[in-house]
């Protein structure tokens, strides 16, 4: 179910028309649409991302993975991904597969995919990350499994 986030009938026929806000309710939760900004970096415990191509319905990103962190277990609902390895060696978990990556391999995530992004090493983990979609969210996330206690 989509809804406007505007009570006002000129700015909710502009955001009808643009498609650029949109207030989602998934699960009881609600997420109002991030529009990314190029060069925007995203700080995590993690590592971070910086946000180095914004398309209408794609955006890329490099993902920094600090030694001996993990992204979430989590999965998207109105988007996939594509990510590449630029630098180290993540493991990744894919539904129920574990499998550890190296320099220039990717990864398809496809929505609704459990996933997970994992450095077990003592050096930084970098992926080029395309996400695909018509909603790219940053609250774009249901998480599982989670160290930093996001859930």
Same mark, same amino acid.
């Given at each position: 179910?989509?809804?406007?986030?505007?009570?006002?009938f000129a700015?909710?026929?502009?955001?009808?028309?643009?498609?650029?806000?949109?207030?989602?309710?998934?699960?009881?939760?609600?997420?109002?649409?991030?529009?990314?900004?190029?060069?925007?970096? *995203?700080?995590?415990?993690? *590592?971070?991302?910086?946000?180095?191509?914004? *398309?209408d319905k794609?955006?890329?990103?490099?993902?920094?993975?600090?030694?001996?962190?993990?992204?979430? #277990?989590?999965?998207?609902?109105?988007?996939?991904?594509?990510?590449?390895?630029?630098?180290?060696?993540?493991?990744?978990? #894919?539904?129920?597969?574990?499998?550890?990556?190296?320099?220039?391999?990717?990864?398809?995530?496809?929505?609704?995919?459990?996933?997970?992004?994992?450095?077990?090493?003592?050096?930084?983990?970098?992926? #080029?990350?395309?996400?695909? *979609?018509?909603?790219?969210?940053?609250?774009?996330?249901?998480?599982?499994?989670?160290i930093y206690?996001?859930?």
């Amino acid at each position: 179910m989509v809804v406007l986030i505007s009570d006002n009938f000129a700015e909710k026929e502009k955001l009808k028309k643009d498609k650029i806000f949109v207030l989602l309710y998934f699960i009881g939760i609600k997420m109002k649409k991030v529009k990314y900004i190029l060069n925007e970096v *995203g700080e995590r415990p993690w *590592g971070m991302w910086k946000c180095i191509y914004v *398309g209408d319905k794609y955006i890329s990103k490099i993902i920094t993975v600090n030694p001996h962190s993990s992204l979430s #277990l989590q999965l998207h609902n109105f988007r996939k991904e594509h990510w590449v390895v630029i630098k180290g060696n993540p493991v990744v978990t #894919l539904g129920n597969v574990k499998k550890e990556y190296s320099f220039g391999q990717s990864i398809d995530i496809p929505v609704k995919t459990k996933h997970r992004l994992e450095n077990l090493t003592d050096d930084f983990v970098e992926i #080029l990350e395309i996400q695909i *979609g018509d909603v790219l969210d940053e609250n774009d996330i249901i998480r599982f499994e989670d160290i930093y206690n996001r859930i």
